[in-house]
C-alpha cells in the first residue's frame, strides 16, 4: 500500500464516490493501471490549529494500519478526510466506522465541472443574450 502525497491524486480522489462517518469521509476512486492501493490523509484547518490536526491524522494513519487490507479494492485510491469528532471519538468504533465504509456501497457523487449535458433547452440568460438571425 502507497500513500497518495500529490494535490492532483487528492482533487482526483474528491470527484469520486464517498462514505460519511462522524469521525472521517471516505473518498475512493478507481484507477486504470494496475499499481497499488493508495491511501492519503488530509484534515482541513477549520478542525483545529495545527496539533490537534496533526492527532487526527495519527489517528487516521493507524486506523488504516489496523484495517485488514482485504477490505479495499484494489487498484484504488482512497483519501481520509478528517473530522473534529476524531479526536473524541473512541478507537475501536472508529475503527468498525472505517470497516463499515470500506464494505457498504458508497455514495457516488460528481462534482459539477463543467457545462450541463442532459439540457435540452439553453438557458433564459443565455437565450436573451443571442443576435437575432
Do not use: C
Amino acid at each position: 500500500m502507497d500513500r497518495l502525497r500529490q494535490r492532483a491524486d487528492f482533487l482526483a480522489v474528491a470527484n469520486g464516490a464517498r462514505a460519511n462517518s462522524p469521525a472521517f469521509v471516505l473518498q475512493s476512486i478507481g484507477r486504470d493501471d494496475s499499481g497499488p492501493i493508495r491511501i492519503g490523509f488530509t484534515v482541513t484547518k477549520k478542525n483545529g490549529n495545527a496539533p490537534e490536526r496533526n492527532r487526527i491524522r495519527r489517528r487516521l494513519r493507524e486506523l488504516v494500519k489496523r484495517l485488514d487490507p482485504v477490505l479495499m479494492q484494489p487498484h484504488h485510491d482512497y483519501v481520509l478526510v478528517g473530522r473534529r469528532d476524531a479526536l473524541s471519538r473512541d478507537f475501536t468504533t472508529m475503527l468498525d466506522d472505517l470497516r463499515m465504509a470500506f464494505t457498504k456501497p458508497a455514495r457516488h457523487t460528481h462534482k459539477g465541472r463543467g457545462p450541463r449535458t442532459d439540457r435540452t433547452r439553453p438557458s433564459p440568460a443565455l437565450a436573451s443574450s443571442r443576435k437575432p438571425d
